[in-house]
């Protein structure tokens, strides 16, 4: 099993946490008891409170017994398409990279480029004309992202330099392509939220992290939206939060999948309250899917 060590805080008070990594085990001597004691073991530790946002169905049945309690909104994933047609030769091509591209790529153009305008999002209602969007750096979502998220209860507290070293990390993953940062600023120049997500020309984005105060979640997600169209990506992939979840249907061609558990456990009650309240800055950097091995493929050069 493997383990990522973090810190949060609650309303002040420091807190170890455990962001639990996937299960692996012998499969010709297996025979399903190894995950359990594992996680039994696990929680004889150190930690404060223990999460995943990446659990299968196999470790959900034999972890919410262990009063772990699921977050089913962040268990999903939503999906925007820009271009039906080159997305759906962008997944054929991820699923069977031997396919030829020159037999799906072209089909999928032809497609887009009959439906034409008819395939324009629409205009999300929520951004303000007095809002706009720039490209930043690393350093600078990690100097603005602990401010953003100030108004959750229970939240990381990264502290000498650990958010710049987490996005080094991220940024080796290979499989959607380099990774891009941006922030939203108001009319006084005022960062009020900002995005990080993978993304290249004619690929799927898939969204890292994305945060915001309350009222600026939609314009946000807008901004997020058009550097993924505007880069050239063929539609965008992301988990979903409650928190942005109502701004998220007023977008077409929108989409929602089961893509891992989100589970978190602790012995500490007012943790546990806070939880069940939603009031958990958890998925992105503070869980396990943006690691290499959620998606990497280390069998290729």
């Known amino acids: 099993m493997g383990v990522l060590k973090a810190s949060y805080e609650l309303n002040g008070t420091a807190l170890n946490a455990a962001i639990i990594g996937p299960f692996m085990t012998d499969s010709s001597t297996d025979h399903g008891w190894a995950g359990p004691q594992l996680l039994r073991a696990?929680?004889?530790?150190?930690?404060?409170?223990?999460?995943?946002?990446?659990?299968?169905?196999?470790?959900?049945?034999?972890?919410?017994?262990?009063?772990?309690?699921?977050?089913?909104?962040h268990c999903l994933e939503w999906t925007c398409v820009f271009r039906p047609g080159a997305m759906a030769a962008a997944l054929l091509q991820r699923k069977w990279p031997g396919l030829a591209w020159l037999a799906v790529g072209p089909c999928g153009r032809a497609f887009d480029a009959l439906a034409g305008r008819r395939l324009e999002p629409p205009i999300q209602p929520s951004s303000s004309r007095r809002i706009h969007h720039e490209r930043i750096d690393a350093a600078?979502?990690?100097?603005?992202?602990?401010?953003?998220?100030?108004?959750y209860a229970l939240?990381?507290?990264w502290k000498d330099g650990e958010l710049?070293?987490?996005l080094?990390?991220?940024?080796?993953?290979?499989?959607?392509?380099?990774?891009?940062?941006?922030?939203?600023?108001?009319?006084?120049?005022?960062?009020?939220?900002?995005h990080a997500f993978y993304g290249q020309a004619g690929g799927i984005a898939n969204l890292l992290q994305i945060q915001a105060p309350g009222p600026h979640w939609g314009a946000t997600l807008d901004g997020l939206i058009a550097a993924a169209r505007e880069m050239g990506c063929v539609g965008i992939t992301g988990q979903t939060q409650s928190r942005f979840l109502p701004h998220l249907f007023g977008y077409n061609r929108l989409f929602f999948r089961?893509?891992?558990?989100?589970?978190?456990?602790s012995r500490i009650a007012e943790v546990a309250e806070a939880?069940?309240?939603?009031?958990?800055?958890?998925?992105?950097?503070?869980?396990d899917r943006w690691t290499r091995l959620s998606s990497d493929d280390f069998g290729r050069v």
């Open 275 to 287: 939880v069940r309240a939603g009031d958990i800055f958890i998925g992105g950097l503070m869980g």
């Open 42 to 73: 696990l929680h004889q530790g150190e930690f404060d409170l223990y999460l995943t946002d990446s659990a299968n169905r196999t470790s959900l049945a034999f972890a919410r017994p262990m009063k772990y309690q699921l977050l089913p909104v």
């Open 168 to 194: 080094a990390l991220a940024a080796e993953k290979q499989a959607d392509g380099p990774l891009h940062f941006g922030g939203t600023y108001d009319e006084a120049g005022k960062m009020v939220g900002c």
């Open 155 to 157: 939240r990381p507290s």
């Open 164 to 166: 710049p070293r987490l």
């Open 258 to 265: 089961y893509a891992g558990g989100t589970m978190v456990r």
């Open 140 to 151: 600078r979502f990690a100097e603005r992202l602990p401010a953003l998220m100030s108004d």
